[in-house]
């Protein structure tokens, strides 16, 4: 099998990645790691060809590692995130970030820079990737990538003119979510996926073959914590060892290990560049087996058994990413308050007179014509008519699906900016350039509004501005006001 996956011009990386969030795990106590003595730990991956390293500005001091290991070693890919808070952030604030980690990595240019959006209805995080592409254009970054981003979005990332290579989701036997509408997203734009959470925060092993169910508890490291949520939503304990049983009669029958099954069985899906193993720096190393990994495939048979496998569990819902944005919120402690506090208002809100409240998204139509993006009054709420405008940027390019993914969020978010939420919707009424795009935007329709289900009106009309395709208001009454 290659020990190297090419993942964009300059980019090659192996298809076994390194992941250093444990650190923050190791860290729990208040204790920092010595950042030599983990450098040298990264030394024995790499001696051993696993040279490719994934890494977070949250991650404890797994920059700081890493940057010791490059200026002391060299030779590997060093790939990093950045997870801003919600709400505005700056331009100055952005090159901060970068700045940042690039002093931390001890570089001077970043291998592979992968962003992270906590709210797609703040616009926002629209404009972090725009300014992270001129850092990308100035040189202080090589490669752009996306770390938890679902299927719309990604897709609207990747027509809307911005570059990204990669996506990196949790993907695994617990978490087929990636098996679908993300792969084909990938394909089409030609973007690679790294697949986080293979072996289930080890739960995907033989340590836990046969055992009692563990109580959710400060027993278990973070990683645990977290993928026992995703065993409960795929159906829970009884169902999970259904599972780990067949993966361990065909880990016997082929000579190997349960996680080196399930973490392979994934790196051989459609789009998927590498898999992120987690490492605990000087405490766990597991280099055989994922030098195993790295070079073994899997025969016919053995894909087929275990696909059948799959069958065993209830599917996890939902798109990738949407733990972080939405319950269940498949994360260490349940919510997000190890995360964030709070999300902000998504756009600016002005109380005006006789009884109006207003919000503005920004876009130099609001300007020119003279209107709000949206206006309350009582427990009224009225969208103006909605392009996929950012600013001055189309949003979207020629995809018709994508512009009404975009202009959906600018909706939601104005009505969430004036205290409501999309289910207070009752009328929309949608306007479209093409008659033959109608059904590829009443299909978005469709899936955002399927269990709201407002009176609809679609009319096709001559739009102002070549470059829309589709335009959009909507009106919506909170009825505990």
Request: with cysteine; aromatic share 8%.
């Amino acid at each position: 099998m290659k020990k190297s996956i090419h993942l964009a011009p300059g980019l090659s990386i192996s298809p076994v990645i390194i992941g250093l969030w444990q650190v923050a795990d190791l860290e729990r106590n208040g204790h920092l790691l010595d950042p030599e003595k983990a450098a040298k730990s990264m030394k024995t991956y790499v001696d051993a060809g696993l040279t490719s390293f994934d890494m977070a500005d949250h991650y404890g001091s797994a920059e700081i590692i890493a940057g010791e290991y490059q200026q002391t070693f060299g030779g590997a890919q060093l790939m990093t995130k950045w997870v801003p808070p919600p709400g505005t952030i700056t331009k100055d604030q952005v090159r901060t970030a970068v700045q940042k980690s690039l002093t931390r990595m001890q570089l001077d240019q970043i291998d592979l820079l992968q962003f992270h959006a906590w709210d797609y209805n703040h616009p926002s995080w629209l404009d972090c990737l725009f300014w992270l592409q001129e850092l990308q254009e100035e040189g202080l970054i090589a490669h752009l990538g996306l770390t938890n981003f679902d299927s719309i979005h990604l897709n609207l990332v990747a027509t809307s003119g911005i570059r990204v290579v990669s996506n990196q989701i949790c993907y695994s036997l617990l978490d087929q979510r990636a098996a679908g509408n993300m792969t084909q997203v990938c394909l089409h734009h030609n973007i690679k996926l790294f697949a986080f959470g293979t072996v289930a925060g080890g739960f995907l092993t033989e340590k836990w073959l046969a055992q009692p169910e563990p109580p959710m508890d400060e027993a278990l490291t973070w990683s645990q914590m977290k993928y026992k949520r995703f065993i409960n939503q795929a159906g829970g304990w009884h169902k999970f060892q259904g599972l780990l049983n067949k993966l361990g009669e065909l880990s016997i029958k082929y000579n190997t290990s349960i996680a080196n099954l399930a973490s392979r069985y994934i790196l051989e899906q459609p789009a998927v560049a590498g898999v992120i193993i987690g490492a605990r720096l000087g405490q766990s190393e597991h280099i055989f087996e994922n030098q195993q990994l790295q070079s073994t495939g899997l025969t016919a048979d053995c894909r087929n058994a275990i696909k059948d496998a799959l069958k065993m569990l209830d599917p996890i819902q939902g798109d990738c990413g949407d733990e972080y944005r939405k319950p269940p919120f498949l994360t260490a402690s349940g919510d997000l308050s190890h995360h964030l506090d709070q999300l902000p208002s998504p756009y600016p809100v002005v109380v005006s007179g006789n009884g109006r409240t207003k919000v503005l998204s920004g876009t130099h139509w609001e300007d020119l014509a003279g209107f709000s993006r949206a206006i309350k009054k009582g427990n009224r709420i009225m969208v103006s008519g909605t392009t996929a405008t950012h600013g001055s940027k189309l949003i979207g390019g020629d995809d018709p699906s994508a512009q009404m993914h975009f202009i959906l969020d600018k909706i939601e978010g104005a009505i969430l900016s004036l205290g409501g939420k999309l289910e207070d919707v009752v009328r929309t009424r949608i306007f479209i350039k093409n008659a033959s795009d109608w059904e590829a935007i009443a299909r978005v329709h469709g899936e955002r509004f399927r269990f709201i289900q407002p009176a609809n009106t679609l009319i096709r009309a001559d739009l102002i501005g070549d470059e829309y395709l589709v335009e959009m208001e909507a009106e919506a009454i909170i009825d505990d006001q």
